[in-house]
Each structure stands twice: as C-alpha cells, then as structure tokens.
C-alpha cells in the first residue's frame, strides 16, 4: 500500500509497542512543486465528490463540454498574491469571482491575495465566505427572532447545515400561516415546512408548534412584506395538502387497509408485508405472553395487526419518515387505547442511537418482534451485513433490541428468544408440518437453523462489545463479562459496575493473575475433575488454608450473587488473595500421586468457579 518492494524488507525497523511487535517503515519522498501537487490534489478531490448524477454544459468556446454537478463559472488558486496556474473543469485558474447577485459592490471581484478572500467577499460582494461563520450568523439571526415572538425555532442541525448551504447572505424574516391548519397533527406541518420549504417552523413554551415559522432569505429587500407574502403563500398551499392528507386517510380505518399489505412487496425471497406481518403478530404475541401473561399478549397482538397500515395512507406516502406517527395519530381518532395505538408508533425505536425507547409494554413487545423478525429472516435468506454496507439496518435494528433488553430491563434470555424466533418463521414456513419430510431434510434444516441462530448471536455480542466499549468500559472489562456467554442481557451492567469496581482493589491483580493460572492448569487437564473435595487428603497447610477460606466464602458470595449484589460477591473474593498466593508458593498440583493430584484440581476447580460467578477475572490480568 505504500508502494515498496521486496528491496525494503531489510530496512524495516521492528518495533514493540506493549506487547504486540510492529513494522515500521521510514522512506524520504522528493518534493513536488506547488503547481504539480496542487493540480493533482485538485483533480483527486474533484474526483471523489460523491456526486450522484452529473449534467453536461459547454464552455464558453461553444465546443466543448464538461460533466459536473452544476456550471462553474470560476477558479482562482492563490499563493500568497501569485496566481497558481492549475486548471479544472474547462477553467485556468485566476484571481476573478462573484459576489451576490443583486447586492455586491462590485462585480467582478478582484482578489489582491489569499488572505484577503473573505474579507473581500464581505466587503465588496455582499457574501459569508466561511460556512461556520454563515452558519453561526444564521444561528444567531434566528434566535433573535424567535426572542421577540416568545417563541423557540425548531431544533435542527441537518437542517441549519443546508440553509447554510443555500444562502451567501443570509436574512431571517417571520412569516405565519392560518391557524386552522393547527388542528392537523404538528409531526405533519413541520416536516411539509421544514422538507419542502426549508423553514424553521417556531414551538411555544410547551412545544406546541405555533402558526409562525422563520424563512431565511438570500435578498435584504428594503420592504421584506413582499419576500414574506410569496413565501407564506407557498406554505399555505403546502399545509392544505397536508390538511387534505390527514382528512382523507381517516375515513377509512387502519384495520380495513390490513388486507392492502398482501399486496406490498417486502423483499423478493420473503414475500409481502402481509406475510411479515404475519410473524410480527405471533411473535409479538409470544412475547407478550412472556413478560405479561394473557392480557399483553392480546395487546401486543392487536398492536402488530396494525402497526404497518398506516404505510398505505396518503400522509405516510407522501412523507415516508411519518410512518408509525401517523399510525398512532389514526388509532387514537379511531377510539384505540392509548397503549395500542403508541405502540404503533414506537416499535420502530430506537431508530437511531440515543434515541428514546418504547414508552410502554405493548410498544417493547411489538418493537422486540418487529426487529427480531427481520434479523432471522434477513439471516435465513444471506442478507447478512458487510464491511460499511447495511441496506436492511440490521446492526441497528440489533443494537436496538440490545437496548430495549438492557435499559427495560427485561427478565427474557437472548439466545431462547432467538431460538423462539426462528421457530416461529420456520412453522410460518412450512405449513405441511414436519412429518411429511424426510429424515434427511430434518436433518438438514436442524443443522441450518442451529447455523443461523449460532451466527445471530455472535452477530448480537459483537454489536453489544462495540457498545459497552463506546460506554466508556474498558475493553477487559467488557470481555471479562461477555465471556460468560450471558443471554439475559439485563444482568451486563451491574456484572460491570461489580468488575470496575473489584479492579479497584488493591488484591485484584495479584487474583486477576491467579485466576489465569488456575484456568491454564484445568485446561491441560485430560479427564474429569472431581465436583467435592476430599478433605483427609489435604496435607499441606497451604491448601488446608485455602479449602477453609473457600468454604468460608463460599455461601457469602453465593448469597450476595442470588440477590443481585454483584458488587459486594465480588469484593468478598478479596480475603482469597493471600490464601492462594501461599497454595501456588508452597504447594505443587502435578504431583506424582494420582489421588493428590486430583484433590488439589478440585480444590482449584471450586476455586475457579467461586472467582469466576459474575466475571471471567482472569481477561483482567495483564
């Protein structure tokens, strides 16, 4: 990758850093002149614009021809006050550009020196050079505004970055709309006004959306009435739509468009929304009955029955990001129990991290099924994440029932609720039931499913080891936890919090090593150890000391790690450090004597198991 050859292989310098040995490489490149390095700099940088589709225009020579994103009518490259000649895009560079188009000073705009560009811009062309600096006066213009109707613009950074995008000489005016258009939900009059319009709508004290919006304008007019009448014209027209949207998708119910999902493609090898929906329902259900009993079920049944219908709606066809608001919107002027009709919107979250999560059970058990349902089948079909390609959001779907299990800290284990998964897809799958395939289908398809739901959980703990480490635990901590192959994910953060803070005691290391070491020797060990400890074989005092502490320890810990107090089971394995620095100084375990040997590796077998109950401890040492 650095252009070498098999002739620098002497010349590498080897290197360790900790524990891991590097190569290091030293090569001196000769310099390139400005003009060189520049011209090749632009045409790298020109090269990589993510630039989807690009439209052709002629020069000015009437022949030629060049494919960019939009015309450009310009190029200066300055050193200092000397012109660098590089050329792009049919353009020779020079030290010529524009200002605003109706308030610049002076047209065109002749650059003294490179330093002098933005200062000039301002001065003379009536333009914000700097992106932040536009950014930061739009920001503040805004605020100003809002001050003065005692009201607060929506907060948007994607959408501020591309106002600023829009605008060389930003100017922030107030328009409003009629307030009957308020009646239609606010979810809908603020993306119609903030994606269509590029306005920043204004919210009470309360978050109420008011019938005022700000508008950034290009032009400072001496009467802006008539830049604020154009623009509040077009708003109005945009709002009826929407009005006409919402009006029209209620009279006709959610459940009457259920039927319509049969006939929207889901994905070519899984069929149509109706027959997701399908799954959704009797896994929403199954989970219901697992964290609620009947009652949850029925909701959580309910719920999942309807959560994508509002995908056929005017309103969710024209603004996609709708869907679920729009559904719960629907329910609730249908007469739907709130807990219903917000789990429609909320089984879609967490849609994006730090986002809020299902407010309620119904919401928890449709947003579970929801995201379960597309892992196994994206898995059973290959649909599997790649490198930086996620088309379906798996990771996040994945990463977002991370959340739901631990934040809600739900009583369900990973690893059964796959495996509940998948045999509700395979059921769904296979309506001819087992009996009537063969043996060898059986076993072939146990061997396939066992596979998906083996590579699902791996997918699952990758995800949550990049997340607990984006926390802040350390990367031991996090791999000393998730070592134990833990599924009810609820448990993760207090086994850390217990880690960190036995990591903090002084004897942590000292057992941390310990605790390796008696792992390495029961790895080696060929056979069966034994469960119990033979207490007339121990003869030296060093494992007599040890046995008694374990046993006096042993219903301790036992007792804080049943009540959930991971942090006192751990810290009580403090009084072992001196007990089994003395075993391993004075006492040797692969003694000759078959019966000794095997009574020490019990003695260790106890041992390892009381220090690894909550954690592995032996990824803590060094």
Same mark, same amino acid.
């Given at each position: 990758?650095?252009?070498?050859? +098999?002739? *620098?292989?002497?010349?590498?310098?080897?290197? =360790?850093?900790?524990?891991?040995?590097?190569?290091?490489?030293?090569?001196? /490149?000769?310099?390139?002149?400005?003009?060189?390095?520049?011209?090749?700099?632009?045409?790298?940088?020109?090269?990589?614009?993510?630039?989807?589709?690009? =439209?052709?225009?002629?020069?000015?020579?009437?022949?030629?021809?060049?494919?960019?994103?939009?015309?450009?009518? +310009?190029?200066?490259?300055?050193?200092?006050?000397?012109?660098?000649?590089?050329?792009?895009?049919?353009?020779?560079?020079?030290?010529?550009?524009?200002?605003?188009?109706?308030? +610049?000073?002076?047209?065109?705009?002749?650059?003294?020196?490179?330093?002098?560009?933005?200062?000039?811009?301002?001065?003379?062309?009536?333009?914000?050079?700097?992106?932040?600096?536009?950014?930061?006066?739009?920001?503040?213009?805004?605020?100003?505004?809002?001050?003065?109707?005692?009201?607060?613009?929506?907060?948007?950074?994607?959408?501020?970055?591309?106002?600023?995008?829009?605008?060389?000489?930003?100017?922030?005016?107030?328009?409003?709309?009629?307030?009957?258009? !308020?009646?239609?939900?606010?979810? $809908?009059?603020?993306?119609?006004?903030?994606?269509?319009?590029?306005?920043?709508?204004?919210?009470?004290?309360?978050?109420?959306?008011?019938?005022?919006?700000?508008?950034?304008?290009?032009?400072?007019?001496?009467?802006?009435?008539?830049?604020?009448?154009?623009?509040?014209?077009?708003?109005?027209?945009?709002?009826?739509?929407?009005?006409?949207?919402?009006?029209?998708?209620?009279?006709?119910?959610?459940?009457?468009? /259920?039927?319509?999902?049969?006939? *929207? %493609?889901?994905?070519?090898? #899984?069929?149509?929304?109706?027959?997701?929906?399908?799954?959704?329902?009797?896994?929403?259900? =199954?989970?219901?009955?697992?964290?609620?009993?009947?009652?949850?079920?029925?909701?959580?049944?309910?719920?999942?029955?309807?959560?994508?219908?509002?995908? !056929?709606?005017?309103?969710?066809?024209?603004?996609?990001?709708?869907?679920?608001?729009?559904?719960?919107?629907?329910?609730?002027?249908?007469?739907?129990?709130?807990?219903?009709?917000?789990?429609?919107?909320?089984?879609?979250?967490?849609?994006?991290?730090?986002?809020?999560?299902?407010?309620?059970?119904?919401?928890? $058990?449709?947003?579970?099924?929801?995201?379960?349902?597309?892992?196994?089948?994206?898995?059973?079909?290959?649909? *599997?994440?790649?490198?930086?390609?996620?088309?379906?959001?798996?990771?996040?779907?994945?990463?977002?029932?991370?959340?739901? #299990?631990?934040?809600?800290?739900?009583? !369900?284990?990973?690893?059964?609720? &796959?495996?509940?998964?998948?045999?509700?897809?395979?059921?769904?799958?296979?309506?001819?039931?087992?009996?009537?395939?063969?043996?060898?289908? =059986?076993?072939?398809?146990?061997?396939?499913?066992?596979?998906?739901?083996?590579?699902?959980?791996?997918?699952?703990?990758?995800?949550?080891?990049?997340?607990?480490?984006?926390?802040?635990?350390?990367?031991?901590? %996090?791999?000393?936890?998730?070592?134990?192959?833990?599924?009810?994910?609820?448990?993760?953060?207090?086994?850390?919090?217990? *880690?960190?803070?036995?990591?903090?005691?002084?004897?942590? %290391?000292?057992?941390?090593?310990?605790?390796?070491?008696?792992?390495?020797?029961?790895?080696?060990?060929?056979?069966?150890?034994?469960?119990?400890?033979?207490?007339?074989?121990?003869?030296?005092?060093?494992?007599?000391?040890?046995?008694?502490?374990?046993?006096?320890?042993?219903?301790?810990?036992?007792?804080?790690?049943?009540?959930?107090?991971?942090?006192?089971?751990?810290?009580?394995?403090?009084?072992?450090?001196?007990? &089994?620095?003395?075993?391993?100084?004075?006492?040797? &375990?692969? %003694?000759?004597?078959?019966?000794?040997?095997?009574?020490?590796? +019990?003695?260790?077998?106890?041992?390892?198991?009381?220090?690894?109950?909550?954690?592995?401890?032996?990824?803590?040492?060094?």
């Amino acid at each position: 990758s650095l252009g070498a050859d +098999a002739s *620098v292989v002497p010349q590498l310098k080897r290197v =360790m850093e900790g524990k891991t040995e590097t190569l290091f490489w030293d090569s001196t /490149v000769k310099g390139t002149p400005l003009t060189d390095g520049l011209q090749k700099a632009l045409e790298e940088a020109i090269g990589k614009l993510p630039i989807p589709k690009v =439209m052709t225009y002629q020069l000015a020579d009437g022949w030629s021809s060049v494919n960019f994103v939009r015309p450009v009518h +310009a190029l200066i490259a300055l050193h200092g006050a000397d012109i660098v000649p590089v050329n792009i895009l049919g353009l020779q560079a020079g030290r010529e550009t524009q200002g605003h188009r109706f308030e +610049a000073k002076v047209n065109p705009i002749v650059l003294h020196n490179a330093d002098s560009y933005a200062q000039q811009l301002a001065t003379e062309g009536a333009v914000i050079a700097g992106f932040a600096e536009r950014r930061a006066e739009i920001v503040r213009q805004l605020n100003v505004a809002a001050t003065k109707e005692n009201l607060t613009p929506v907060d948007d950074d994607a959408l501020l970055d591309e106002v600023t995008a829009l605008v060389e000489h930003p100017n922030v005016l107030v328009g409003k709309f009629a307030a009957e258009f !308020l009646q239609v939900p606010q979810e $809908c009059l603020i993306l119609t006004m903030k994606a269509n319009q590029k306005y920043f709508p204004l919210l009470d004290a309360q978050g109420k959306l008011a019938n005022k919006f700000l508008l950034v304008s290009n032009i400072r007019p001496t009467d802006p009435g008539l830049v604020i009448g154009g623009n509040e014209r077009v708003v109005r027209s945009r709002l009826a739509d929407a009005k006409f949207f919402f009006d029209q998708d209620r009279k006709k119910t959610l459940e009457s468009r /259920v039927p319509e999902l049969d006939k *929207v %493609v889901y994905h070519n090898k #899984l069929g149509t929304q109706g027959m997701r929906m399908h799954y959704v329902r009797a896994i929403a259900k =199954m989970i219901g009955e697992l964290l609620g009993g009947d009652e949850l079920a029925k909701q959580a049944y309910e719920a999942a029955t309807l959560a994508k219908a509002d995908l !056929l709606t005017d309103m969710v066809g024209e603004f996609p990001e709708l869907q679920g608001i729009m559904g719960r919107y629907y329910a609730q002027h249908e007469g739907l129990s709130d807990d219903v009709a917000f789990a429609i919107e909320d089984h879609y979250k967490p849609r994006f991290a730090g986002d809020t999560l299902p407010r309620n059970p119904v919401g928890v $058990c449709l947003a579970l099924a929801d995201k379960l349902e597309t892992l196994v089948n994206m898995f059973k079909i290959g649909e *599997v994440p790649t490198g930086d390609k996620d088309p379906f959001a798996l990771r996040r779907h994945a990463l977002g029932i991370i959340r739901i #299990l631990i934040e809600k800290d739900l009583s !369900l284990e990973l690893d059964k609720l &796959v495996q509940r998964v998948i045999g509700i897809t395979e059921d769904a799958d296979i309506p001819e039931k087992w009996e009537s395939r063969s043996p060898d289908f =059986m076993l072939e398809q146990y061997h396939t499913l066992y596979q998906i739901r083996q590579e699902l959980l791996i997918f699952f703990y990758e995800r949550l080891a990049g997340s607990l480490r984006d926390q802040g635990y350390t990367a031991q901590e %996090v791999d000393a936890v998730l070592s134990l192959n833990l599924q009810q994910l609820s448990d993760i953060p207090k086994r850390l919090a217990a *880690v960190r803070a036995f990591a903090a005691l002084p004897e942590s %290391v000292s057992l941390a090593a310990a605790n390796k070491r008696v792992g390495n020797i029961l790895k080696k060990t060929e056979g069966s150890i034994s469960d119990t400890v033979d207490t007339g074989l121990l003869q030296e005092p060093a494992e007599q000391a040890l046995y008694q502490t374990l046993t006096s320890l042993s219903s301790k810990t036992k007792e804080a790690f049943d009540s959930g107090d991971y942090t006192a089971s751990l810290q009580i394995l403090a009084a072992l450090k001196s007990p &089994v620095d003395t075993f391993f100084d004075h006492v040797m &375990v692969n %003694v000759e004597d078959e019966s000794l040997r095997n009574n020490r590796l +019990a003695l260790l077998a106890q041992l390892h198991q009381i220090m690894n109950r909550v954690a592995d401890l032996s990824k803590l040492a060094s």
